[in-house]
Structure formats: C-alpha cells, structure tokens
C-alpha cells in the first residue's frame, strides 16, 4: 500500500511542470513583447541622455568663454551705478517779444521783434541714502548778441549776480543753481540746504508759466543768491494737508578785502519761507524776508558798466553842487550801503476742475541809514531838500486764473497786479524781459493762451511740448519801479514830471506782446 502511494506520487511531481507550462503559455509570450519594449525605451533613453550630455558639454563650454565677460560685467558695475545716480531733465525756449512804450516826454521806444534762445539743464544725484545734490546749468541770450543789448529806457539791470542766467547775456552755460541737501536729520523730517538757492519762478508764476510743479521758493521775489537754509515739515491733523517751514540766510553781495573805513558792508538776507498749508492743488504760503546793507547799485559783470555807474556828476555835468555827489552821472557815484528793507508776502491758489486760481499780497518797508532811500535827487541838487532818511511802506497786490481746456489742449489765463507808490519787487530775476511786472509802481494787465502741442507721445514724465502767446499792458503810476534810491515821482503830477526832466525820460505805459516756443525733456 505504502509503496503504491508513492509511485503515484512520483508520477504526479513529474507530471507538474508540463501543467505548469501548459497553464501559463500566453502569458510568457506578453511577457517578452513588455521586456522588449521596456529594452527599447532603455535604449532610446540611453540615447537621449548621450545627447544631453553633449549639450551639457557644449553649455559648459559657453559658460566658461563667458565667465571673463561676466567678471568684465562686475567690474564695471560700479560705473554703471555712479552713471545710474545722476537724474537729468531740461527744458528749452525761444521767445519772440513785441515791445513799444510811451515816456512822459511824449518820445517812443519801440522793439519790433527781439528774439531769445533760453536753454537749462537740471540734475539731480543722490550721494547717500540722505544726502543729494541738486543743480541747474543755464544759457540765455538774444539772437544777434553776445552782450547785453542796447537800452535807451535806462531801466533794464545789466547782469549782476542777482540774476545771472535771468537777462539775456551771452551764450556761455552758466551755474544757475547748486546746492547740496542734508536730509532726515536725527531721523526727524528736517533737512539742511546749503548753495546756490533756488530763488526764482516761483509760485504763483508757474501757472502761466505752464509748469506742472513748483519751481523755486520766492514769492514776490526773483533773486539768484547763495545761502543756507534750514527746514522742517510736518502734516495737519486729520486729512488737512502737509506743510513745510525754512529758515533761510543769504549773502547778496560780497563787500571783499578791503582797508578800515571802506563805505560797503556785505549784504546779507535772513529770512523765512513757510508752506503753511499744501494739498493737491490747493496751497497758502507765507515768506517774510531782512535785506540789511542794502547796496545803492550792485557789482555788475561789465567792468565798464561798473566804472560809468561810479561817475559823479562833476565827471560829466555841469555845475558843481555838492549833493549832485549822491547822484552820478550814469548811477549813483560810489558804491554804498544805503540801509535795510523788510519785505514779506502772501498767497493762496488752488484749482476747482479746470480753474486754477491765486490771489498773493505783499509789503516792504524801507530803514535807510544817513545816505537815504527813496531820495528826491534833483531837491539835492538844488539844495532843497537831504536825503530821506524816513521809513516807507510799500504794497503790492496780485490775482490770476487759468482755465484749462485739457480735450483740445488749451489754457486761457488773465491776471492783475498792483504796486504803490513805495512798493519794491525786489524782482531783478524776472522773466519778463524788460521790466519787472510784479516790481511796477502801478497797473499790470496780462492776458495769455498756451497751447499744448499734439506731438506725439511722452518719452517721459518730463516732457510736454507747448506754445504760450500773450500781451502785457504796464500803465505806471510812479518813477522808478524795482528801484530803491530815487523817490518815486508821481508821473500825474507836473512838478515831479519836471523834476524826472532832469533825471530820465521815464516810461509812462508800455504794451509788450510775446510768443514762445517750449520744450520741456
């Protein structure tokens, strides 16, 4: 029994895997088609990571022939920052100018077309996370001139420091300004300034202008000096608006090296320049200002203009009066302090959807010492009368709108301003090629259109393209504007006409008519 049981289960054991192959023979045959395919993929595989590596080989290749251009790069990054720092913008201008004046002579001074090239360049360059430097390089000249041209109405300043690169001179690029700003002191918003001050176009000018933004501090002031100033601006409660307050000081002639007992003094400026309240459009500045040694006549770049302004009268007049001495033939003889004047300001613009508007008042008072102010020259001469040693007060009125028809790229303005009889502008800086409408003793009248030129898009936040076409209407009401020394004789009155006969054919109205051609980059 025991060995039947295991013949059988011989024959079962060698009976088994012919089952076994019986029971799975298509599988194998799928089997092998996967291991062939997986072969395949291996070998395509293979193939592409071959490839790669030659790509690799090749990348490796370009970036080591690049390695000396990329340190060639770090080297000069360097340059490439300090080029980065400097922030340029600039602006260029022709004017055309139309110009005719009637004196209390009854004769006429006429300009028919007197054309000027203005051109400026601004930088900016920052030199630590809280120091920069700002600074603007300015050429202005008339077509035809590399000097000041003539001027029969004896009232324009030739060029002095007070405003250099602001009357038309040659065509050399001159330092208009350059100062050096220290900011976040003590990490508290104050700053300090020293340089060049930017002392001109200020507001309420830049709106017929057609500048976007604030150009300067003055306000019925336009005069280049070099000073300092220190500043602190803060924010109104609530949604109010910012403000800003500067205390400034500036030297306004240089007196030099020179023996004990010399008549001059350096004239200095102190003053403060106060944004009161600033919000969008809408803006109140303040600024009240001591120029103590006040000059008679300041140092003028002409040499020759220099030396005919210092000739007394007994160089070219006849008689020999003794206080004819305070007068000079072609100015004021020799240079002197001739006192102090106070002078202060205030303005308010804003803009309601297309009307800019400003209203600016203003005040001077004059504090002359033993020479005089305001001097009734030909009472000298005659004997009559001394210097006026006595302080008189000035006053200056001002107002503006421009509506701006922003669809067809068009302003219109018009503005008004007044100055009585002992008003002083203080505005030798001007921009109204002439004379100073802000300094007239009298009636300004100014109507003008800018139009905004369709040239194309901006290249930059900078540039605007635009033509400004006005007319000016000055009707005086006394002698002497933007002058300290002579008394403003009252050109209604016949007895002061007479004396101005013996002084200068003064100007009585003048209509001046101007078209420009802007560029702003």
Known sequence: MIKQFSMLALAGLLALPALVSAGVGPQSSDLDRKIQDLSAQLDQLKAQMAAQAEGNAATAAKVGALDGTVTSFSDRAEDW????????????????????????????????????????????????????????????????????????????????????TRTPSDNALRVDRAFVNFNNIGGAPIWFSIGRRPTTDGNPSNIRMNLDERSGTPLTMDYAFDGISMGYAYKWAGDIGNGRVRVCYGRGFEDGLQYDGEPMDDTDFVGVSWDILQKDDRFLYAQSFLAANVFNYPNFQDPIINQLAALSPNDGRP???????????FGYGPRENVGNIQHSGLTYMDKIAGLNYFATGGWSRTDPNEKGMFNDFVGMM?????????????????????????????????????????????????????????????????????????????????????????????????????????????????????????????????????????ATF
């Open 81 to 164: 920052d300090l080029a980065a720092r400097f922030k340029l913008n600039g602006d260029f201008r022709s004017r055309m100018d139309f110009y005719n004046a009637e004196t209390i002579n009854n004769n006429e001074l006429d300009n028919d077309t007197a054309f000027t090239n203005r051109f400026r360049l601004n930088m900016r360059v920052g030199v630590t996370e809280n120091v920069e430097f700002k600074g603007r390089l300015a050429m202005y000249k008339a077509w035809g001139m590399e000097s000041a041209w003539n001027d029969d109405s004896n009232t324009a300043f030739p060029q002095f420091d007070g405003n250099s």
């Open 319 to 329: 008689g020999n009066q003794p206080a004819q001495e305070e007068l000079g033939m």
């Open 382 to 518: 005659m004997g009559t009368t001394g210097p006026n040693q006595d302080s008189e007060n000035g006053y200056h009125a001002h107002v503006g709108l421009r509506y701006d028809i922003d669809p067809i790229g068009l302003k219109l303005g018009t503005e008004w301003n007044y100055g009585s009889e002992y008003w002083i502008g203080f505005t030798p800086g001007h921009d109204d090629l002439y004379q100073s409408k802000i300094a007239t003793r009298g009636n300004v009248y100014e109507v003008y259109g800018i139009y905004d030129l369709p040239m194309g898009e901006a290249i930059s936040k900078y540039a605007k393209t635009f033509m400004r076409l006005g007319y000016q209407r000055y009707e005086y009401d006394y002698a002497g504007s933007n002058d300290w020394n002579m008394a403003p004789y009252d050109l209604d009155d016949a007895t002061d006409r007479m004396k101005l006969g013996f002084l200068q054919d003064t100007i009585e109205s003048a209509d001046q008519v101007y078209l420009t051609l802007e």
